[in-house]
Each structure stands twice: as C-alpha cells, then as structure tokens.
C-alpha cells in the first residue's frame, strides 16, 4: 500500500470544520440529544472518533440506513459524502426539503436556524471525485446504445445518477 495515498473526500471534511459545524449546531438545537453525527468509513480517525463521542456512529456505503436507524437520533449530521447521505435518505422516505447542504465554509452551514430545526438529515457539502464524474446523461447514452444493460451506481453517485439506475449498492 501507498501511505501517502489519500482520498479527496475524505479531505472535504476535518476535525475543525466538524467541531465547528457541531458547535454552531448547538446554539440553534440541543446536539447531543437530537442530532447523530455519521461519518463515512472513507474518512480520518479523528473524525471516527469524534463520532463516537458525540453518540454517532462510522458507516460504509452498504450500511448507511441501518446506521441512521441505530443511531436513535431524530437528526443526522451526515460527512463527509452528500451524496451517500442523500440517496440514504430518499430510501428512508426523507422529503427532500428535509434533507439540506451543510457548507463548512459558511456561518451556520449556509443555513438560517428554522432550517437547521426542520432538517432531518444535514448533508455536508463533499463528495467523491471519481463518482461525481459519473453523470445522467452518460446513463441516456449508455442506454441507447445498450437498450437491454443494466446500469448500476455506486451511492455516492449523484442523486440523479442514482434515480436513473436499475441498481444502486
């Protein structure tokens, strides 16, 4: 193995931004109570830990709803891959006007406090390169050239993507 091999999406979310973001969260809802924070397995240690400190729980791309279901919490604060959290919701039935972005680069995630109330699922704002290059219309193209094919995504994929798939897993 390369230890110097990385993962960019892993790099869209950090310790601080995280401690941040769950700070600015508590001046609006009672974090530790309502809100489990989810972290990719593709992400760094110290952001695994920091779930597990808070109540929240690791996550792999196969587990995802399970997780959100154990954490036994009414709100999740899902990083680093919006798309994962995403489709993860839709499959739970979240509208999605309950599932919003979390941008670490702005105050309160870009978002006004009643937002933040109303939210089921914060999506923070990552993704994987390499699935964020897979787009809808790849999928027409594919299709007309290949009528009988299955098309299968990954979740991280994005949402339309994935809508657009005869498999997602």
Known sequence: PDLAAGCSMADMANIAQVERAWRELGEI???ENEVAPITYINSAADLK????E???LVCTSSNASQVIDASGRPKVLFFP???LGR???YLKGIPPGEMLVWDP???LGGL???QIKQAKILLWKGHC???QMFQANHISIWRDKNPDGLVISHPECNFEVCKLSDYVG
């Open 54 to 56: 808070h109540g929240g």
């Open 112 to 114: 006004t406090a009643e």
């Open 129 to 131: 390169s390499v699935h």
């Open 49 to 52: 830990a920091f779930c597990g």
């Open 81 to 83: 891959d919006q798309h």
């Open 29 to 31: 809802i009672d974090v």
């Open 105 to 107: 680069t702005e105050p």
């Open 87 to 89: 489709w993860t919701g």
